[in-house]
C-alpha cells in the first residue's frame, strides 16, 4: 500500500533515519541531549541503540561499532505515546448493544489493520493504542491493544483480548433493556467480577461520571479484588478522596483551549492524592500534548504529565512490560521531541514503531 | 465607561482624605498616582518587537513605562523586582476574545452593523480578568460573530473597572463573519450578496448626502442671489420632476431611502418611490410574504426593513433593488414653499447602520473579515478592487494560498491557531509570515475560558515553524497595532502603558508559570 513511497518521502525529505536501515539486524543509534526517565524527569541524552526493534541501551557515550547513526542536536527523546480508550482502525459499531453484558465480545474483532487513522496516530507520537469497546453495555466487552505501525505500515495487533471495558454511567442504563438501574445490575456485575474469566492483565476500564456512581464501582470492584481506573468521571471532585489507594489510574481527556479550568484542575488535583493520570484522546498526539500542556498549565507537575501520556495508560493496558517508558529490553517505540514533549512548540522530529520509523507527511 | 468616571472623582478625594487623616502619606505613596517607580531588573526582557535583551531593566513609573534598557540606573525610592533568571514581556493581547461578553450576547441574537460590543460588556468580572491574567493577557479585542454584521470591536484593558477607564477604544473595527455563525444557519452566496448590496447602498446613501450637501449650497447661493436681486425664482412644484440646473428643487424631496436607490447625481434622476398605495388585500400579502420571505432569507434586519403601516400601504426603507419593483408617488416636501423662493433641498433621511458602513467606506473604520477558506478571500480581494477597506481578516486556513496577495495589499492576518498540532493547517502562520505577510494569533476562543491560553495557542504556531519572536510580536505589538492601539501597549517601551508580565520560564513552555503581572503599573498578580 502507501507504505513504501511514504518511507520514501521520509528518508528524502527529512534526513533522519531510512526506515529500512531501522529493521535491519545492524544496530541503529540515535544521538540525543535528552531523554524522559521511567519516573517522568527529563534527563541526560546520550546515545540510544535500537536493534531488532528493541532498545538495547540509552545514555551511551558512544555509538556501538557498525551502528547507523543518527544526531538530533536540542532533541528529547521520550516513550511513545498510549492512549487507553480509542477507536483507532475500528471497523463498524465497537459494541452489542442488545445486551448489556457482553464480556465475550472483543474490540480486536472490529479491527481493520489498514485504516488510515493509524498512520496518522503514529506520526503524532501514539504507539500504542487500545481500541475500546463503547460505552452502550455495562459490560463492553474486551479491549485490544494495538501498536499504530507493523513492519507493513499498518496497524497490528499486540494483544486480542485486553482488560475489560465497564460502563457505569447512565449512558448504559438505556431503559429499554434490562437491568435497568445500578442496583438491579449490581447482582450480575459481582456474579461476573467473581469468574476468572473476566480477570486480565491490566486495570478495568469502567466509565464513569458522577461521585455516586464512583463510590459504586469502586465497591463492586474492590470486594472482587479488581484493579480499576475511572475512565473521564465529570464531576469527580466530591470523590476525590475515595480513590487513593483504590483506583489505580484516573482517565481524562481530551481537553482543548475551551476547556474550564475546572476540568483541567482535576489532573492536579488527582496527583496531589497520589492517584494517577492517563490522558486520551482518542489517539490523536497532539491532542493528547494539548491535554497534557493544560493540565500542566493548571498546575500538573510535568513529571506526572509526562507519564500521564506514556507510562500510566501503558500500565493500565498490562503494557508495561514492552511499552510506556524507554528502557533497556522494551520495545523501541519513541519519539524525538525539539524540546520537551510537554511544550507544544516542540516539534516531532522522529517516530519509531518497534524500531520502524514513521514516515513524516507526503511530500507533494 | 462615562458611567465609572463619576465614583472614581468621588473616591479619589475620599481615599486621599483617609490616607491622610490615618496613615498619612505611606499609603497615598503606594497607592496613589505618586507611588513610587518599580524596577523589574535581571530578567531577559522580551520587547515584544522582536528584540531580546539579557539582563535588562525595565522601569514603571505611575502608569507607563519610564525606560527600558540594559544596566539603568535605579531610581531613589522605586520598588525593585528581581527578575534574574526570568522572562519579561509586554502584557499579551487577544484580539479576538470573548472575555467578558456576556454568555447570552455570545450565543444568540442577531447582529447589527449599529451595535457595539462594548455595551454587551459585564467590566466587573474579577474571575475572567483573573484567568486572563493568569495567561499573562492583559488587554483584549472582544468580537462578537453571531451574524454576518456584529458591530465593532472593543479594545478593553484588563484592568478592575473600580472607577478605571477600560476601554482603550470603545468602536474598535467592525466585525464581518462569513461561514462562521453562530446559531443561525449561514449561507455563503447569500453573506457575500448581502455585504456587496449593502456595500452598494451604502456607497450610493453617501453620494445622496454629497449631493445633499453640494444643493444646499447651491440653493444657499441662490437664495443670496434671490435676496439680492429680487428676483423671482421658478419652483418645480411637480415632486417627480427631476431639479433643474437653474432651480434646485428638493433632490432628495423623496423622502427616506429614495437616495440611497438612486444613481449617483447628474444621471437625469427619476424618482424611484418606495411605497405601493393599494386596496388589494391578496396583493398585499402576497407582497408582505415575499418581503418576509426575502428578509428571512438572509437579507440582513437593518437592510430590507419593511414597515406595514396598515393594510394599505406598505413602505421599504432600504435601497434594495426588490424595492423598485414599487410604485408610490414620492411624498412631497416644502409643498407650502411660495412659488417666488428658491426650494430648499429634501434632506435624505440619516439612517444609522449606513452611517455605520459609511464610516468604513470613508476609511474611518477597519473591517475585520472572519473568512471561511480561500473562496471567500479571493472575494474579498475583488471586492476591495471596487471598495479599498481598510480590511483585516480572521481565519487563517487556506490564507497560505494567497499570500502574495495579501501581502501586496498589506492585509493583516489573524490566524486562528489550530491547537491540532497534526492539523495541516498548523504551518499557516510561518507559511504567511514567509511570504510577507503581518500575521497576528487568537485563540479566537468560543470560550472566554480560551483567552487565558493564549501563549499555549501561540506556542502551536511555533511548533509550525514560526520564530519563537515573531510568534510573540503576534500575540503583543502587531496585536496592538491591528486593534488600532499600538501606541499605548504592545510592547516594552518608553511612554506605553506599564503592562508587563513577569514568566518563571519561557513564555511558550508548558511549564512556563506567570509570576507577577502589572497593569498600567499596578501589580495585578503575584504567586
Known sequence: MLAIPLLAAFAIASGPPPAASLRQPAPVALRVDGVVQPDGSLGAGGWIVVRNGRIESLGGAAPPAGAATFEFPGGIACAGMVDVATSLGAAGQLAEPARAFTPDVAAADAFEPDHSSFLAAARSGVTTVALTPSGDNIVGGRLALLRTRDDHGRGAVLVGPGPLRFTWSDEAFPGDRVPTSRMGALPRLRELLAQDATKTAGASLVAVQTPDQIRTALDAFSAAGRSIALLQPIHPEDALDLLPGRAQAVVLGAYDLDTPERETRLPKLLAERAVPVAFTANGDGAALRLTAALAVRSGLDPKAARLALTAVPARLLGADGDAGTLEAGKRADLVVYGGDPLDLAAKIHLVLVGGAAVAKKETP | ?527
Open chain 2, 1 to 527: 465607561m462615562k458611567k465609572e468616571a463619576r465614583p472614581r472623582r468621588l473616591l479619589v478625594p475620599f481615599g486621599t482624605a483617609v490616607a491622610l487623616a490615618t496613615f498619612g502619606s505611606p499609603l497615598l505613596a503606594q497607592f496613589g498616582p505618586n507611588r513610587p517607580p518599580t524596577v523589574i531588573r535581571g530578567g531577559t526582557v522580551h520587547v515584544g518587537n522582536g528584540d531580546v535583551l539579557a539582563n535588562g531593566t525595565v522601569i514603571l513609573r505611575g502608569r507607563e513605562i519610564e525606560a527600558v534598557g540594559v544596566d539603568l540606573p535605579v531610581p531613589e525610592g522605586a520598588n525593585v523586582v528581581d527578575a534574574t533568571g526570568k522572562h519579561v514581556y509586554p502584557g499579551l493581547i487577544d484580539v479576538e476574545s470573548t472575555l467578558l461578553l456576556d454568555p447570552e450576547s455570545r450565543a444568540i441574537g442577531e447582529g447589527s452593523l449599529t451595535s457595539r460590543v462594548a455595551d454587551a460588556l459585564d467590566l466587573f468580572d474579577s474571575d475572567a480578568m483573573s484567568a486572563a491574567w493568569g495567561g499573562g493577557v492583559t488587554t483584549v479585542g472582544v468580537v462578537s460573530r453571531r451574524a454576518l454584521f456584529d458591530g465593532a470591536r472593543a479594545v478593553v484593558k484588563l484592568k478592575r473597572a473600580r472607577g478605571g477607564d477600560v476601554f482603550l477604544r470603545e468602536e474598535g473595527d467592525f466585525a464581518v463573519t462569513f461561514g462562521g455563525n453562530v446559531g443561525r444557519p449561514s449561507m455563503r452566496l447569500r453573506e457575500w450578496k448581502t455585504f456587496g448590496e449593502q456595500l452598494a447602498a451604502t456607497q450610493k446613501y453617501i453620494e445622496a448626502w454629497d449631493e445633499y450637501a453640494e444643493k444646499l449650497e447651491e440653493y444657499k447661493k441662490e437664495l443670496e442671489k434671490s435676496a439680492k436681486e429680487g428676483t423671482k425664482l421658478s419652483a418645480d412644484k411637480k415632486d417627480e420632476a427631476a431639479p433643474k440646473p437653474e432651480a434646485p428643487s428638493g433632490p432628495g424631496a423623496g423622502g427616506p431611502g429614495d437616495g440611497g436607490r438612486r444613481g449617483p447625481g447628474g444621471e437625469g434622476r427619476r424618482p424611484r418611490p418606495g411605497r405601493v398605495h393599494t386596496h388589494d388585500t391578496p396583493f398585499l400579502n402576497w407582497l408582505r410574504d415575499t418581503l418576509g420571505w426575502m428578509c428571512d432569507c438572509g437579507l440582513p434586519s437593518d437592510g430590507g426593513r419593511r414597515e406595514a403601516h396598515d393594510h394599505h400601504a406598505l413602505t421599504l426603507t432600504d435601497g434594495v433593488s426588490y424595492a423598485e419593483l414599487l410604485e408610490e408617488p414620492a411624498k412631497p416636501e416644502g409643498g407650502d414653499a411660495k412659488k417666488e423662493e428658491p426650494k430648499k433641498p429634501g434632506r435624505p433621511n440619516r439612517e444609522e447602520p449606513r452611517e455605520a458602513l459609511r464610516k468604513v467606506l470613508e476609511g474611518k473604520a477597519g473591517v475585520n473579515v472572519y473568512y471561511g477558506g480561500a473562496a471567500d478571500l479571493q472575494n474579498l480581494l475583488d471586492l476591495l478592487a471596487t471598495y479599498p477597506l481598510k480590511v483585516s481578516v480572521t481565519g487563517g486556513g487556506e490564507a497560505a494560498d494567497l499570500a502574495d496577495q495579501l501581502a501586496a495589499r498589506s492585509i493583516t492576518v489573524v490566524v486562528v491557531q489550530p491547537h491540532d498540532l497534526g492539523s495541516d493547517d498548523l504551518d499557516a502562520a510561518a507559511t504567511l509570515a514567509d511570504a510577507g505577510v503581518t500575521v497576528v494569533l487568537t485563540t479566537a476562543g468560543r470560550s472566554p475560558e480560551a483567552t487565558r491560553h493564549l501563549s499555549l495557542s501561540a506556542a502551536a504556531a511555533v511548533a509550525g515553524g514560526l520564530p519563537s519572536e515573531e510568534a510573540l510580536a503576534a500575540i503583543t505589538s502587531r496585536a496592538a497595532t491591528l486593534l488600532g492601539v499600538g501606541d499605548k501597549v504592545g510592547s516594552l517601551e518608553a511612554g506605553k502603558h506599564a503592562d508587563v508580565v513577569i514568566s518563571r520560564g519561557e513564555l511558550f513552555s508548558s511549564s512556563a508559570v506567570i509570576e507577577r503581572v502589572f497593569v498600567e503599573g499596578a501589580s495585578v498578580l503575584q504567586r
